[in-house]
């Protein structure tokens, strides 16, 4: 990941698209040596869910999780990939972006993750890396939507206000029943204050009392 303890404090890890895969990815395919760990091996097209991987590899708010992922293929014989994720899968976004470096050397990918009913839908962003001709592995940049998150924060915020807000309404448009001295029922709106009119004597002031606390008293 981006900061890995396998960089000098201070640094980050910040690839282009040519190292990622004329260095990296093309040492792995062919089996050369790596000049740090800081790609892990991990399967993305399995049984664990995004923020699992993130969690356990210990992602960092505004940092990339960079991955070796080996690609499924739907059937022996195809060429189809399935892209299924956990309880999700990984959405294409765009077409095959050509990564050149004096010639064509590989391809990148967007990938969203797709999950509908979870709230991590649409949370999770890939980019997938593949070296030109070949599919046996193919290096992953995962990193978290957070625009995304910050947005349907806001929205939930939001409706929370409204909620509070209609709840704070009805109250003061609630009516009490009371009753004048002949014992007939009337609705009386609430003073300014709820606390100001108890429920002590229950329906037992008159109206006049009711809408005028302190009235006739010396």
Not at 5 to 30: E, M, Q, W
Not at 72 to 82: A, Q, V
Not at 133 to 161: A, E, M, P, S, T
Request: glycine residues 8%; neutral net charge; contains cysteine.
């Amino acid at each position: 990941m981006a900061s890995s303890s396998c960089l000098p404090p201070g640094n980050k890890f910040r690839p282009t698209d040519v190292d990622l895969i004329a260095h990296y990815l093309h040492n792995k395919v062919f089996g050369l040596p790596l000049s740090s760990d800081i790609v892990k091996d991990c399967d993305l097209y399995g049984s664990q869910e995004p923020w699992e991987i993130w969690k356990f590899y210990k992602g960092e708010k505004g940092e990339d999780l960079y991955i070796f992922t080996p690609l499924k293929k739907t059937s022996s014989k195809g060429k189809r990939i399935c892209r299924k994720f956990g309880s999700g899968a990984w959405y294409g976004e765009d077409a095959a972006q050509e990564i050149q470096d004096n010639r064509v050397i590989g391809y990148k990918k967007s990938f969203r993750y797709e999950n509908k009913g979870s709230e991590h839908d649409g949370e999770w962003i890939m980019h997938e890396y593949t070296l030109l001709g070949q599919d046996q592995f193919v290096l992953c940049r995962i990193r978290r939507n957070y625009q995304l998150i910050r947005k349907r924060h806001l929205g939930k915020k939001r409706k929370c206000h409204e909620v509070e807000h209609t709840d704070e309404n009805h109250q003061s448009n609630k009516c009490f029943k009371v009753r004048n001295e002949q014992g007939t029922e009337y609705e009386a709106m609430p003073p300014v204050n709820d606390h100001d009119f108890t429920k002590d004597a229950e329906a037992n002031l008159t109206l006049t009392e009711a809408l005028f606390p302190g009235f006739g008293t010396k």
